[in-house]
């Protein structure tokens, strides 16, 4: 099947020629006729399978008759609205929608926080048919009525899960209320929980049920490893492996902003090229830490969950676990950053002691059981080998962690948003709600690491945390996913309206 044979305009299949895209991927040939057809879509799909694109396209055509030449704000209302939970993810749809309307009169535009709002209102009134936004940045616009929402007829929310995990869905509510009853809607997550549900059934009129691979399936293409170490040596054996792979790139996740920033000052001191991205840094900051890595000019980025979402990178070998998540679909998450689009890629994990518990539940949840190997001159604790160990012995925390990709004799594998969430972590407050919520302390311990820094003693932060922005924001502050339900059951209660 080609996208010739999916009904779009000759001004769209131009485009996309003109990418050098020929077949669309199972999504795309799902979604974009249900599209056309004016219907409501409930999307199963992850990151890397193509949705963007599949919803992208038939939105274009479907707000093809609106095109107009003319310079008049008038003749340029807004019509559709596209919501994605990170910035990074914001700008990635908004190239999306540049790169296929290049052959269409329509007008796009990308608003998200940690930037000065002026340059958005100029953009906003000059007339804008698509409006690609973050939550709290778009409520900020409509507060300050620099954005009308009347005249909407069709609303992309991407990645629900994650607008759920940010503690973003009373902002998308409040946003609902504001939009027109009789608009197509379409809502696509990686996962299901009964909130989910719960909006899928307030958002969507008898929604069409997408779903491409099974959710929480890991590619094929993607080799595992986990080496088992002792928390103090993490550090030193991530440098001790990279130095093994000197001419290849590495995603390496961690939890928290403070090992972030820590981990990648670490690797500049060891003489490898890094980075770090985490909802501290400013946006300009983060953009061209991106921008290099993806152009090759840094060979290793650290980053936290929240922000590395829109990393969107075809041919990266190497994703890191520096520190395992404490949740497994997140797991998923991280490694599908590579593996894309047929390529081979490595996804490794440096797990200590005390990650035992979280490692059992990624791997009861992929339905694999991942090679252990152990790296000469960086043995784990010997507890490591005692069934059931969990939080024995020292903490697991920033300083005690240190790096992970493997070896040529140990090839592995790695991977759109947030640092790991701690077991007593604390919810994103509502945007409404948290304009006065300042940094809580935070204590973590696992020694004195290599760099000096005593992690045996309470880190206090003395840094806010930004208001009224957008999700990569509040780094650290994320709410414990909720359990997730199988889309069949989701199917079972959602109502039709």
Not at 9 to 20: F, M, S, W
Not at 93 to 117: F, Q
Not at 313 to 340: K, M, Q, S
Request: hydrophobic share 40%; proline share 7%.
């Amino acid at each position: 099947m080609s996208f010739a044979d999916l009904g779009l305009i000759p001004e769209l299949l131009q485009a996309v020629a003109d990418t050098g895209y020929t077949e669309p991927t199972p999504i795309q040939r799902q979604a974009i006729p249900i599209v056309l057809a004016g219907l409501d879509i409930l999307g199963g799909a992850q990151t890397g399978t193509g949705k963007t694109a599949g919803f992208t396209l038939p939105l274009l055509q479907r707000l093809a008759r609106h095109a107009s030449t003319s310079t008049s704000p008038a003749r340029h209302q807004t019509r559709a609205l596209i919501l994605t939970p990170t910035r990074e993810l914001a700008m990635q749809v908004y190239e999306s929608v540049k790169t296929y309307s290049k052959h269409v009169p329509l007008r796009a535009t990308c608003i998200y926080g940690g930037v000065d709002m002026k340059a958005q209102v100029q953009e906003l009134r000059r007339g804008i048919e698509i409006v690609i936004a973050t939550p709290g940045r778009l409520l900020d616009h409509v507060e300050q009525k620099t954005i009308q929402l009347g005249q909407v007829e069709m609303l992309v929310l991407d990645e629900a899960d994650r607008m759920l995990d940010m503690g973003f869905i009373p902002d998308i509510k409040r946003i609902l209320a504001l939009l027109p009853a009789s608009r197509q809607s379409l809502l696509f997550s990686a996962t299901f929980s009964e909130e989910i549900k719960k909006l899928a059934d307030q958002m969507l009129k008898n929604p069409q049920l997408i779903e491409v691979a099974r959710r929480n399936m890991v590619s094929e293409t993607i080799t595992h490893v986990v080496h088992p170490v002792s928390a103090g040596m993490k550090r030193n054996l991530l440098a001790h492996l990279l130095r093994h792979q000197p001419d290849t790139q590495a995603l390496v996740f961690v939890g928290t902003k403070i090992v972030c920033g820590r981990l990648a000052h670490f690797l500049e001191r060891s003489g490898i090229s890094a980075d770090a991205i985490h909802g501290d840094k400013g946006q300009q900051q983060r953009t061209e830490t991106l921008e290099a890595f993806k152009a090759g000019k840094l060979r290793v980025l650290v980053a936290t969950d929240v922000a590395a979402r829109g990393i969107d990178i075809d041919e990266l070998p190497n994703v890191i676990n520096f520190e395992l998540p404490h949740t497994a679909e997140d797991y998923v998450h991280r490694i599908g950053r590579t593996g894309r689009a047929g390529h081979k890629g490595n996804a490794v994990s440096l797990v200590c002691a005390e990650e035992k518990h979280w490692l059992a539940d990624i791997q009861k949840l992929i339905k694999l059981e991942i090679p252990q190997e152990i790296v000469p001159g960086f043995d784990p604790d010997p507890e490591f080998f005692e069934a059931g160990t969990r939080h024995r012995g020292r903490r697991s925390g920033p300083a005690a962690s240190a790096a992970s990709m493997p070896a040529e004799s140990h090839r592995a594998t790695p991977p759109d948003a947030e640092p790991r969430r701690r077991p007593a972590a604390s919810a994103v407050e509502p945007r409404a709600a948290r304009s006065s919520t300042g940094n809580r302390g935070r204590t973590q311990r696992s020694g004195i690491a290599a760099d000096g820094f005593d992690f045996s003693k309470p880190y206090e932060s003395s840094k806010p945390i930004a208001v009224g922005t957008d999700g990569p924001e509040h780094g650290d502050n994320i709410a414990p996913r909720r359990p997730q339900r199988p889309i069949a059951v989701l199917l079972g209660g959602l109502g039709r309206k």
